[in-house]
């Protein structure tokens, strides 16, 4: 593993997600002030991810004919003038429009650092090596509160030009690989399938979670959704720190089962009993789903790629990461208009169960399975 290459890649995707979750949790509260309503912030989601999963699979391909640098300089320069755009034009309208082309700028960044971080990690330690590259965004969680709209945003964009300036030291490996022609077969990586829609449930909860926990709180006069974050964070960086080589030793099972029985406790607390304590304890919770889940399930999507189609591998993966989300994000700012909290995080919750469900029918089966090959040994 060439651990500066990676320490850089690391360090750029660090300044992506900051840039990415600064206006996650907090752009709801955005729309608000703008005059907006919980329905309106789901549909900001669900456009967000929209766009995103419309230009992934183009990105994807594009990686996979050799293309690195300048994906991630154009994502990197629209991240930047995002948050720009939502300081000098309040406007709600003008908001949605901006958040897509901070969906565009998503696409093109992160998948193309997940491509690099794979291209220079070794392959007995791929899970670990990914768990490692996924602790940006444990870090980026932890910086997300700000101090108003303006200045969030303007730091926003100033992390996504520091990601610049950082992918200028990258010394990248030279990808030289054939030519593809651009059609179903190469922009959606099939093999990736069983871990993605894997993943692609199990993230309604937490674009629920992310969306909403944070205007929950205030209402319900629980601690700040910043401490939430913090306290999710901290355990998420604790799991891929502790656990990243469990995937390479025993498979991805463990996680699948695991993180999202803790995920539904996470929102059945949230549902029945909300109060400081039980608030903390599914902060804790949902850290350890997400940090425990989305690395293994990425490693198990993309660990059989060869060169020529880590591209879409990581694409594939990461279309399913935002329609989840998206989709978690839009149902969840609709349930609660029309329901209410309670009932929000109960119906988002069976997401974890439908999660188990197809890993158990499909995903386990699949050649790419981490605990399949294991078994078989």
Not at 330 to 353: E, F, P, Q, R
Request: one cysteine or more.
């Amino acid at each position: 593993m060439d651990a500066r290459e990676l320490v850089l890649i690391i360090l750029v995707n660090l300044c992506v997600f900051t840039n990415h979750i600064m206006s996650l949790s907090t752009f709801p509260f955005y729309i608000q002030s703008l005059g907006g309503t919980e329905a309106v912030a789901g549909i900001c989601v669900a456009a967000f991810s929209f766009v995103a999963v419309i230009i992934r699979p183009f990105v994807g391909w594009w990686l996979d004919n050799g293309v690195r640098r300048a994906a991630l300089v154009a994502g990197l320069v629209l991240m930047g003038l995002a948050p720009l755009g939502y300081v000098f034009v309040p406007v709600l309208s003008v908001a949605i429009a901006i958040r897509m082309v901070h969906g565009v700028g998503l696409s093109f960044s992160n998948s193309t650092t997940a491509t690099v971080a794979s291209d220079v990690i070794c392959r007995p330690r791929f899970a670990e090596g990914m768990g490692y590259f996924g602790m940006a965004t444990a870090l980026g969680l932890s910086l997300m509160e700000g101090f108003g709209f303006n200045v969030l945003y303007a730091v926003a964009a100033a992390i996504a030009g520091l990601g610049l300036v950082l992918f200028a030291f990258v010394r990248a490996p030279k990808v030289d690989v054939p030519k593809k022609k651009l059609d179903l077969r190469t922009i959606i990586n099939r093999d990736s399938l069983p871990a993605t829609v894997t993943m692609l449930i199990f993230m309604f909860t937490f674009g629920a979670l992310e969306n909403f926990v944070a205007i929950f709180a205030s209402e319900a006069s629980l601690p700040s959704g910043s401490i939430y974050f913090l306290v999710m964070s901290a355990m998420l960086l604790l799991v891929r720190i502790t656990l990243g080589k469990l995937v390479d030793q025993r498979g991805e099972a463990f996680f699948v089962y695991s993180c999202n029985a803790a995920m539904l406790v996470a929102f059945l607390l949230l549902a029945f009993v909300p109060n400081a304590v039980t608030y903390i304890l599914s902060a804790v919770l949902a850290g350890y789903a997400f940090g425990g889940l989305e690395p293994s399930l990425q490693s198990m999507a993309v660990h059989t790629s060869t060169v020529e189609t880590r591209g879409s591998a990581n694409s594939t993966f990461l279309c399913g990461y935002d329609i989840g989300y998206g989709l978690g994000g839009g149902i969840a700012g609709s349930l609660i208009t029309g329901l209410g909290y309670s009932a929000m995080w109960s119906i988002v919750s069976l997401a974890c169960v439908l999660s188990v469900i197809v890993y158990v029918t499909w995903a386990r089966h699949s050649d790419t399975s981490f605990s399949k090959m294991l078994a078989g040994r």
